[in-house]
């Protein structure tokens, strides 16, 4: 018999060379392709020649050649799709640009340096030999105990779906034949941010309307993007995993919303539905419902191999269900062109554009306008001539790893990287104040306390982002070491004091019972307001930390969340006024952890407004940020009062500069359905614009946004938008005090 060539043709369709490529293989083969197994340790030839493995994470430059070497000796010489978790960049590669997490880069509010993220981290991830990366994290914020909050673009809908579509853009390049771009991932589908306590990886009590209402937005806006796979969660829902729920993969991903690419599930989802959450007696159990649920590749699950072959042999899974999920996988990689280039790490381009100049001048303006100033008594911008000396204290203020955060460097997910990135590649807040040290102004530096106290030489530091048996934990107070800080401070005209919390607190497999400042951190901060000098607070954490109310009066207050390479740098300029702060908050930052849930789309329906012994107001809401000067917003003016269902709703409001700086605003409209057929949020945010104004200068603002857009679901389980009338509120962030508002009426013409 003549062997069918075809695919390796080019110049045929892609389903000619699937078709011809299906044809010659073996049920082996087959399998091997809808395996993922981890690259970083153990024997290639046995992932690649017996299991015949079609996809590998963790793994880059040598290592990668040398799996491409093992499969272009393989059979039928199909070529490997190589993954990583470039999260906010290629953060396990020695000295790549590594951004402001996906918290800290929303902050920005800004799509276009979200999407050059996204083509910057592609650019050089791509010359290692990755293909893949699993990003962006599409889950929204809803519990802040949840250790993967810092993952998440915050709490809102809309901020979720426009950056994740920026991101994945950005990613995806000029298409995935592009040689720059990788295989975007919407993560986690769906619901994983909705497990109970905040634990991470438990049950999510979710009904599929609340499913439909709060967390699949984003991702349908992803598959419109055009992203190219997506990746079960953890968690189960109504007592189904993700991973087994055919309604969730088939239903809505693949028959609803149109989805044409790959579904890859979380790490051994497969096994884990076997030896974790106890739903199958056996991996050919497991492996049989992963198939007909609708996952396509499956990671680092390799006994998915012998218990779908078990399943093959009694019958229970056909070759023709096979077929259909290795299809989908073959084309894909046709359709990356890597029969023809499967674009081995290339050492030269590395050379070019890992970390280079420009991809760092991105990095620190998204760190510039990420800053977000919560509370200024006047104290900033600080004066470079009315200062002879600063203090610069706490456990963050010169710690690189904790400015990164979690997936990058020393963070624990990679073992070739544990001594973190090339301390040269980092600014840290201390870097940067230093930066502005002169015969006239001196900085000097005490830490003043531990976070956490780990022993790296004896327990390997961290495993998975958690802190590893034998761990003495948590940081207790050092009294030395708050007396040289206090000391410092006592010494000095201003205290810029650095707190936050450490990535070990945080993370996969690490969610928090409490959100308070961990180790010697409040005793730290009490001691240095006895001083009396001004106390600055800088904020570097993975995710809101409750404030103790001894900083509630602090003469400035910055968050950065996580901010990067480059964000000591863009703190220290934003004191000194070298910055103007323009970050905006994209989650509600509580007074206590019991406020929880704090987002501010809270559904409309309860006794009373607080509880009996707190407000439930957040201590700085969604979308909150100051400036170093002041807007003054008025004249709403609405193009129509009237709309229907297809319209576009617009919107004019004057804003001025009143203040003596220049300033850059982020105006915001949210929108209320006053009236609903069921239960509905008290506002949502629709549409936002950010301005540039000069001192005394005042523009008119227009936002858009499709009347689609003021959709609610109803309790059939439909998003619909309904007629009737609805509130306008524009202002600088969510709480309803500050907002200009209006009415306006949708009309159904049936």
């Known amino acids: 018999m003549t062997k069918d060539n075809t695919y390796t043709n080019p110049s045929r369709t892609v389903d000619e060379r699937v078709n011809s490529l299906l044809s010659l293989m073996t049920i082996q083969e087959k399998l091997g392709q809808m395996i993922q197994l981890d690259g970083t340790h153990g024997d290639l030839s046995r992932a690649i020649f017996e299991l015949h493995a079609g996809s590998l994470l963790h793994i880059q430059n040598e290592r990668a050649q040398e799996a491409h070497d093992l499969a272009a000796q393989t059979r039928l010489g199909i070529p490997l799709l190589l993954a990583d978790d470039c999260i906010h ?33 592609a650019t050089e991830a791509s010359c290692t030999g990755l293909h893949w990366t699993f990003s962006p994290v599409l889950d929204v914020a809803r519990d802040l105990r949840w250790g993967r909050i810092g993952e998440t673009f915050g709490e809102d809908l809309l901020l979720a779906s426009i950056f994740g579509a920026a991101l994945i853009r950005g990613y995806q390049g000029n298409g995935l034949s592009d040689m720059t771009s990788m295989l975007a991932t919407a993560k986690h589908f769906a619901g994983y941010c909705e497990t109970q306590g905040g634990r991470d990886a438990s049950e999510a009590d979710l009904s599929r309307r609340k499913l439909r209402s709060w967390f699949f937005p984003p991702f349908e806006r992803a598959v419109q993007a055009g992203c190219m796979a997506f990746m079960t969660g953890y968690q189960a829902i109504d007592g189904v995993p993700s991973t087994a729920c055919d309604w969730l993969l088939k239903s809505v991903l693949r028959d609803e919303w149109g989805f044409r690419g790959v579904l890859v599930t979380d790490w051994d989802n497969v096994g884990r539905m076997h030896w974790e959450q106890q739903i199958c007696a056996t991996m050919k159990d497991a492996a049989e419902l992963a198939v007909k649920s609708g996952n396509d590749i499956m990671m680092s699950t390799p006994s998915f191999f012998d218990g779908a072959l078990a399943a093959i042999d009694d019958g229970s899974l056909l070759e023709s269900q096979i077929d259909e999920v290795v299809a989908r996988i073959l084309a894909l990689k046709f359709k990356m062109g890597l029969f023809e280039n499967p674009r081995r790490p290339d050492t030269t381009r590395q050379r070019q554009v890992i970390g280079c100049d420009g991809h760092r001048q991105t990095n620190l303006e998204l760190a510039r306008s990420a800053i977000v100033l919560l509370q200024n008594d006047g104290t900033l911008p600080l004066s470079l001539t009315a200062l002879s000396s600063i203090a610069v204290v706490g456990p963050n203020a010169d710690d690189p790893d904790a400015q990164l955060g979690d997936w990058a460097g020393a963070s624990g997910q990679v073992a070739w990287l544990m001594d973190g990135h090339p301390r040269g590649s980092i600014t840290t807040v201390l870097d940067g104040m230093r930066q502005y040290e002169s015969e006239s102004l001196k900085i000097q530096y005490a830490k003043g306390a531990n976070i956490v106290d780990v022993d790296r030489d004896r327990y390997g530091y961290f495993n998975a982002g958690a802190l590893v048996v034998g761990s003495t934990g948590i940081a207790a107070d050092d009294d030395a070491m708050r007396v040289d800080a206090v000391a410092a401070a006592n010494r000095c005209d201003v205290t810029v004091a650095v707190v936050g919390d450490h990535f070990a607190l945080a993370g996969e497999n690490c969610s928090t019972a409490t959100l308070e400042l961990q180790g010697g951190q409040i005793q730290l901060l009490e001691a240095l307001v006895q001083t009396r000098k001004p106390l600055i607070v800088v904020l570097i954490n993975t995710k809101p930390c409750v404030l103790p109310k001894c900083i509630y009066d602090a003469a400035a207050i910055i968050e950065a969340f996580n901010p990067g390479m480059e964000g000591g740098r863009a703190i220290a300029e934003t004191i000194f006024g070298d910055n103007l702060p323009q970050g905006r908050l994209p989650i509600s930052i509580p007074y206590h952890v019991g406020q929880q849930p704090i987002y501010y789309y809270q559904v409309r329906g309860q006794h009373g407004d607080r509880y009996a012994d707190m407000t439930q107001r957040p201590h ?79 523009r008119d603002v227009v936002l858009k946004s499709p009347v689609s857009a003021f959709s609610i679901v109803n309790a059939a389980g439909e998003r619909v938008v309904e007629a009737g009338k609805f509130t306008v509120m524009i202002g600088n962030h969510s709480a309803s005090e500050v907002h200009l508002k209006t009415t306006f009426s949708v009309y159904s013409l049936e």
């Not at 960049?89 to 920005?108: D, E, I, K, W, Y």
């Not at 006053?674 to 950010?690: N, V």
């Open 89 to 121: 960049g290629h953060g396990f590669m020695r000295g790549a640009t590594v951004f402001p997490t996906q918290l800290s880069m929303a902050c920005s509010w800004n799509e276009r340096l979200i999407e050059e993220v996204g083509r910057i981290t």
């Open 620 to 698: 700085f809401p969604f979308g909150f940020g100051l400036s170093y000067t002041t807007f003054v917003y008025s004249d709403l003016r609405l193009k129509s009062s009237f709309l229907k269902r297809d319209d576009v709703f617009e919107c004019t409001v004057a804003v001025e500069n009143t203040g003596a700086l220049p300033g850059t605003e982020t105006v915001q409209l949210y929108i209320r359905d006053d009236i609903t057929s069921a239960t509905w949020a008290e506002k949502e945010l629709k549409a936002f614009e950010k301005v540039h104004l000069m001192p005394g200068e005042k």
